[in-house]
């Protein structure tokens, strides 16, 4: 079976996360990644991990404008206040962070960009038929 993983820049700007996607940036340790204060506010909403009410807890994926499709996300990239490692990943690599400031700066460019980059995967093959999968519950892999 053939799975894909898109890369669209901003695609976690608006949406929520489990805790239990979250609890590895803050548990056993709080991740260098995660600014202080941020992290204390995801602790008080996911911990203790082992409570079943905690694991069904969702955060939203951006604090600070949860329900608007914003360049946010990337202000809060830049602030160490992202909800993935593999975003707060994006300030590693001199290429991937210029997008960021620039996007952070830039919500006309962000946009502009998100649009081209929902065509190009608009226009990947769609797996149909036994070829596909369409995951009823998307917590559980296939």
Known sequence: MLYYHFCVPGAHTIGRAHCRIVDPQIT???SPDLNPAFAANLSRIC???NSPAKQR????????T???????YFQNILAKRAI???DAELLNATDTMQLVQLYATNQA???QQFSISMVKMSQL??????????RKRCSVPN
Do not use: E, Y
């Not at 807890?57 to 600070?64: A, N």
């Not at 949860?66 to 360049?71: C, G, Q, T, W």
């Not at 093959?125 to 369409?134: E, F, H, P, R």
């Open 66 to 72: 949860k329900d608007l499709f914003d360049n946010a």
């Open 109 to 111: 460019q962000f946009f």
């Open 84 to 86: 993935f490692h593999t």
């Open 57 to 64: 807890q969702t955060v939203h994926l951006d604090f600070i």
């Open 28 to 30: 056993p340790t709080v």
């Open 125 to 134: 093959g769609v797996l149909t038929g036994n070829q596909g999968v369409i």
């Open 47 to 49: 911990l203790p991990a």
